[in-house]
């Protein structure tokens, strides 16, 4: 197990990612402890933020990484049923 500091203001939406990618994780207070590895991490960081954002202002916001891949951005539009978004 690895172990990564989280921000309070995205752990809420981190733990959503999750959740959703059936990771296994533990929290204690902002500590976060997974079998994943540091990039992991950070795009799981990078998507949590892109959810905030976007339950915040109403639009879809992703990553650069995640635009820069056409399959990923393909079944992620099509799973939310969006036309458009906003690039972080």
Do not use: W
Request: glycine share 2%.
């Amino acid at each position: 197990m690895n172990t990564f500091e989280v921000r309070k203001e995205i752990k809420n939406d981190l733990r959503k990612v999750l959740i959703l990618c059936k990771i296994p994780y533990k929290f204690q207070d902002n500590i976060l402890e997974s079998p994943i590895t540091q990039e992991m991490f950070e795009d799981y960081v990078s998507r949590a933020e892109c959810e905030k954002k976007s339950r915040e202002t109403g639009m879809t916001y992703v990553s650069q990484k995640e635009a820069e891949n056409d399959a990923y951005m393909a079944v992620f539009l099509h799973t939310r049923k969006e036309k458009s978004y906003c690039i972080m």
